[in-house]
């Protein structure tokens, strides 16, 4: 920098004192309200809005004597110093070397990337990387006069800040929050703010299990190049359970993986060692496909649950390749299938499933509208092949599946609707191990499933001064075959939903094995009022209408009969803050099969969610008595910086609380704290009922990962 002060100073000695100069030389530029220089003994002195710039690095103060044979800086304060990675300094006096990079600066702070402040008696800077600190206080509270003593800061007798490799090094630090020592070590090194990922502890978590005692959760993070990381945590209980959690991810070229486990040594079970796997990945292929796969392992039924760390009672592993554009769909899925729940035999059950399915979808120029062809195999396997007392119980399935279906519309000059619409199903089956019953056995068959539609509909539109109102009337005829072979076994259709999406379909079934036959007249009516204050309600009302009841479906479902029960869906929307919806099948004694409620209230003071469903009894779906169940989860913000959040689950068949939990959290812009209580109620052979605790603490300031915001800022008064 001597070189370009210097033709600065030049610049500046035929200048007239009291009026503002600017000259750039190479990289460097001065501006003050006077300049003087001393040509004599090459010093320069300026005053009065000072400002340099060098390299990207911003000195501002009120003067500057600068020598230039020494090449130093002695600058008087307030000064202000800018780097180029968002680091601010500020003091009250300084003595630096002219490219700005070594020094020594009085009474000085340190705001990192507008996170963490770092407050020293004296600050040296050396080799342009080096930042130590003396007698230090470093945290990323506000401060204000008011009340000077921030929520948690890092005492230390030195600090060193190394700029190459972006960490803070502490030497004798004490962690006080709110000004009470809390913690104390002789070293302590901690990733700047400019730091995204570095090797080191996370922040820990406490958390208390009625069944494992209490724990204390240490992540530490392993930096494994630039696209791969690992994450280990150690856990060890009060009553001896032993733990160690792993996470490893890693980004390729063209996908990346992510796998999660842990291993444990407790006293629950009688294992010697209890253990999960989860592990799944995506990778593009080449050609517009994308590989994608996904492991579930567990040792035990009850290890996720107690530990926490799933609550699925059905691991699925599974690869599949899929392409998918506008007219076409390429996709093929192994699936391998393992219960947790108790009561299923894994033996029994379709433990391997694949499917492969090919849907081209075109516009045939003879018929016009839109014609779609589907080919599909699938097949299933059971595990209990030579069990002679699992008979019909051990089936193996392969199905060919094979459809053309096409729909046109027309719209006539007043505005109804007519659309034409025709199908046609070919499903093959070969079945290994059929049924115990001789006179039910079969090896192979093939049903061939035919469909045509008509369809009615009529959109009426009325704008009001206050609201837009649509009506609209539908009506359609289906026409298929009433025969039922009774041949194939329904194995992927035994869930079957009423709803105001599948109204209008051929079939409600969800799968193949029960495709939905007989003649029959769907009807239904839609209206929606959408306000222009902001607020719109949508009405669904549905029936269906059929010539021979062919006992297809269960009574829970509320289509059995000549006459379907009546399908009623609500939903209310008031914004972006509010949302009601509702959903109930009932007959014509409104007698309840089905009653469902989702409601969502956000705001900015508090957000709640809440399901309610009410379901008959169904032997054929595995529901033996009546489920009446109540679940909610909100969260109300009592202040800027505090909230308490709740959940619930009532099962109101059993007149019992199945799961409870309460939390409060803290959070501010340099701090975030999380405690919460649960319990649950609910026992089986794996699992007893248990009460978790948690507390996690975060610190803002240390690592790229901010945790604060506008709107949980402290605010200084005055």
């Given at each position: 920098m001597r070189a370009a002060l210097f033709g600065l100073f030049m610049a500046a000695s035929a200048a007239a004192p009291g009026f503002a100069q600017q000259q750039a030389v190479e990289t460097a530029s001065l501006v003050a309200d006077s300049v003087v220089f001393a040509s004599g003994t090459q010093e320069l002195r300026a005053s009065g809005n000072v400002e340099i710039l060098q390299n990207g690095v911003r000195l501002r103060a009120q003067s500057i004597s600068y020598n230039g044979e020494t090449d130093t800086l002695v600058v008087t304060g307030p000064i202000y110093i800018i780097d180029q990675t968002d680091t601010l300094i500020v003091a009250d006096f300084a003595q630096l070397s002219g490219d700005l990079r070594d020094g020594v600066l009085k009474s000085a702070r340190v705001v990192y990337a507008r996170q963490l402040q770092v407050a020293a008696a004296e600050i040296r800077r050396t080799e342009g990387r080096y930042t130590q600190f003396y007698k230090t206080i470093a945290s990323s509270c506000h401060i204000c006069e008011s009340d000077p003593v921030p929520l948690w800061e890092i005492r230390s007798k030195r600090v060193v800040h190394d700029a190459t490799e972006r960490q803070i090094y502490f030497d004798e630090a004490t962690l006080r929050v709110l000004g009470v020592p809390v913690f104390y070590t002789p070293y302590l090194r901690l990733p700047d703010p400019t730091v995204k990922r570095s090797n080191g502890f996370l922040f820990p978590e406490l958390r208390s299990n009625g069944d494992l005692g209490v724990g204390l959760r240490t992540p530490y993070f392993f930096t494994l190049g630039d696209h791969a990381d690992l994450t280990l945590t150690p856990w060890v209980t009060s009553k001896g359970a032993r733990t160690l959690e792993a996470r490893y991810r890693q980004k390729f070229a063209k996908g990346e993986i992510e796998l999660n486990g842990a291993v444990t040594d407790d006293n629950v079970t009688n294992l010697d060692a209890r253990s999960y796997l989860f592990a799944d990945g995506t990778f593009a292929l080449g050609r517009g496909f994308t590989g994608k796969f996904d492991v579930e392992l567990v040792s035990d039924p009850g290890y996720l649950l107690l530990y926490g760390y799933s609550d699925k009672d059905i691991l699925d592993s599974a690869i599949s390749v899929e392409r998918a554009s506008r007219d076409e769909y390429i996709g093929a899925e192994l699936i391998h299938y393992k219960s947790l729940r108790d009561g299923d035999d894994n033996r029994t059950l379709p433990?391997?499933?694949?499917?492969?399915?090919?849907?081209?979808?075109?516009?045939?120029?003879?018929?016009?509208?839109?014609?779609?062809?589907?080919?599909?195999?699938?097949?299933?396997?059971?595990?209990?092949?030579?069990?002679?007392?699992?008979?019909?119980?051990?089936?193996?399935?392969?199905?060919?599946?094979?459809?053309?279906?096409?729909?046109?519309?027309?719209?006539?000059?007043?505005?109804?609707?007519?659309?034409?619409?025709?199908?046609?199903?070919?499903?093959?089956?070969?079945?290994?191990?059929?049924?115990?019953?001789?006179?039910?056995?079969?090896?192979?068959?093939v049903e061939v499933t035919p469909y045509a539609a008509v369809e009615w509909r009529w959109p009426m539109l009325r704008q009001g001064a206050r609201a837009n109102h649509l009506l609209e009337p539908v009506v359609q005829l289906v026409l298929s075959k009433n025969s039922v072979s009774g041949e194939v076994d329904n194995e992927d259709s035994l869930l079957v939903e009423f709803d105001e999406a599948n109204i209008f379909e051929f079939s409600r079934a969800p799968g193949v094995d029960n495709r939905e036959l007989g003649n029959r007249l769907n009807l239904g009516l839609t209206y929606t009022r959408e306000s222009h204050s902001g607020w719109k309600l949508g009405l669904t009302v549905g029936r269906i209408l059929r010539r021979d009841d062919l006992n297809q479906f269960s009574n829970s479902t509320g289509l059995t009969g000549s006459k379907s029960d009546w399908l009623v869906a609500a939903q209310l929307k008031v914004g972006e803050s509010f949302d009601l919806i509702n959903r109930a099948i009932f007959d014509d004694q409104f007698s309840f099969a089905r009653n469902e409620m989702r409601m969502g209230w956000t705001t900015d003071t508090f957000q709640l969610a809440s399901t309610f469903a009410w379901l008959e009894a169904d032997v054929a779906e595995g529901r033996p008595t009546d489920t009446s169940e109540l679940a909610f989860e909100g969260a109300y913000r009592v202040s800027r910086h505090w909230t308490l959040s709740s959940e619930l689950r009532y099962d109101f068949v059993n007149d019992r609380t199945t799961e409870a939990g309460l939390g409060i959290s803290y959070q501010n812009e340099c701090a975030k704290m999380d405690l919460s209580v649960s319990r649950r109620f609910t026992t089986s052979t794996s699992v007893s009922p248990t009460t978790d605790l948690s507390l996690s603490v975060q610190l803002a300031g240390f690592g790229a990962r901010g945790i604060g915001g506008g709107s949980f800022a402290r605010q200084c008064n005055g």
């Open positions: 433990t391997l499933v694949g499917d492969a399915t090919y849907i081209k979808r075109f516009a045939p120029s003879s018929l016009g509208g839109i014609a779609t062809l589907t080919a599909q195999t699938h097949g299933h396997y059971r595990r209990a092949d030579s069990d002679p007392t699992s008979a019909g119980l051990s089936r193996d399935v392969v199905r060919i599946s094979t459809s053309a279906e096409w729909r046109r519309d027309w719209l006539w000059s007043n505005g109804m609707m007519v659309a034409a619409e025709g199908a046609i199903f070919i499903d093959g089956y070969k079945i290994r191990q059929p049924r115990a019953n001789p006179t039910l056995a079969f090896d192979d068959t």
